[in-house]
């Protein structure tokens, strides 16, 4: 054999058994291959909308929709557009993933520090909470809630249990007092704004002095003082341009106030009990992985239970739980679409019926995905901020 041709076949086998080459191979045949499956996926789409006489586009979200909503959060009628409708199960898909999130988290971290406890009484309790609620699906709860304990157990309207006469719970839901904002409400807003920044400009303030003289300063009550001082002192410039629509029982039904509906109830009392077990279990292992030297170290300090609990384990502990609870709060938001399954009018539920009347299953189900994917990559990315916020620094 020639050296030439020696030569050559030394190159060929480098080549293939060269790790770069072979991956590099392996990446473009995997791109070429999925290029391949997606034009083909276009193609059907395409010969199947046009055997259907469908045409592909987003034109129908300006056409009138010709339907009403329960619960708007934004002005809405029957005439309103097929995007407007969108808007409002958005926002409605946002409300109650905020609240459920909320008293998901306040519930949990009750719940988990109950399981901790040194009272076997609440203990138990909480071990029995999270045993049970874990482990019945959400879907079911929601159910449990909406038609055994909301329709069947609360009062008609007549015998609705009321509070100060201002608060009525029935079967047809909770209604509220609901202010009413006039004319120089603005001020108030300007003043809410002014007292965050000076909250936050605040807290740096208080966290520089007490690395510099070791004194803490009460920044929790100066912080609440400022947020319902500063608002009080714009109404009062605008003389309180605020009043309160006040809920009146009439003989079948009530006029006037917030009126949340029986649906919205259910969603939230089954997504926030459901998911706080979780959240109950992640602030159980953020409290247990901190060393049990640090809890000896206050008790040395002086600081009693309580103190030690709220000023050193936590503050430690929230490393540990904070990753978790970025997948507990996805799943809270992803879990509201479940809403569908009692009528509440959430995206997915608004979705649908635009979907029945318009036929246009792709682009309905191409916002879903991409409004839910805004939702994630949003509420992980304000998460992972907070995260690293709260990350220890070594000095």
């Known amino acids: 054999m020639s050296n030439a041709a020696t030569a050559e076949r030394g ?35 395409a010969s199947n909308l046009s055997r259907m006489n469908q045409d592909l586009g987003f034109g ?24 407007r409708a969108l808007l409002v199960g958005l926002l409605n898909t946002i409300v109650v993933s905020l609240l459920s999130i909320a008293a998901a988290t306040v519930l949990g971290f009750v719940i988990g520090v109950m399981r901790l406890s040194k009272n076997r009484l609440a203990a138990r309790l909480a071990t029995v909470y999270i045993e049970f609620f874990r482990n019945v699906p959400v879907l079911l709860q929601i159910f449990i809630w909406y038609s055994l304990v909301i329709l069947q157990i609360l009062p008609a309207p007549r015998q609705a249990l009321t509070a100060f006469d201002m608060f009525f719970l029935s079967n047809r839901g909770l209604v509220i007092p609901w202010p009413v904002f006039g004319e120089g409400a603005p001020y108030g807003l300007v003043g809410l704004f002014v007292a965050c920044a000076a909250c936050f400009g605040l807290r740096r303030w208080s966290i520089g002095r007490r690395n ?35 809920p009146v029982k009439t003989a079948f039904n009530f006029s006037g106030g917030l009126f949340v509906t029986p649906e919205l109830m259910a969603l939230f009392l089954a997504l926030s009990i459901y998911y706080a077990t979780y959240i109950a279990e992640a602030v159980r292992a953020g409290i247990q992985a901190v060393s049990h030297g640090q809890t000896e170290a206050a008790h040395a300090l002086g600081l009693n239970r309580t103190q030690t609990l709220t000023k050193v384990v936590i503050p430690q502990a929230m490393r540990v739980i904070i990753p978790p609870l970025i997948s507990i709060y996805l799943g809270v938001t992803k879990a509201s679409s479940l809403a569908v399954a009692i009528g509440y009018p959430d995206l997915v539920a608004v979705g649908g019926t635009v979907l029945n009347q318009t036929g246009k299953a792709i682009e309905i189900v191409s916002l879903w995905m991409l409004i839910y994917l805004s939702l994630s990559l949003l509420t992980s990315l304000l998460m992972n901020w907070f995260n690293s916020r709260m990350k220890l620094i070594e000095r």
């Open 60 to 83: 129908f979200l300006s056409r009138s929709a010709g339907f009403d909503i329960v619960q708007a959060l934004v002005p809405y009628t029957s005439t309103s557009t097929y995007g």
């Open 212 to 246: 510099r003289t070791g004194k803490s300063f009460p920044i929790l009550w100066a912080s609440v003082a400022l947020v319902l001082l500063l608002p009080a002192i714009g109404l009062a410039v605008a003389s309180f341009p605020i009043s309160f629509d006040v």
């Open 11 to 45: 190159k060929r086998t480098s080549f293939w058994t060269n790790q770069t080459a072979r991956s590099i191979i392996v990446q473009v045949a995997a791109i070429a291959t999925l290029l391949f499956l997606l034009l083909g996926i276009v193609h059907n789409t």
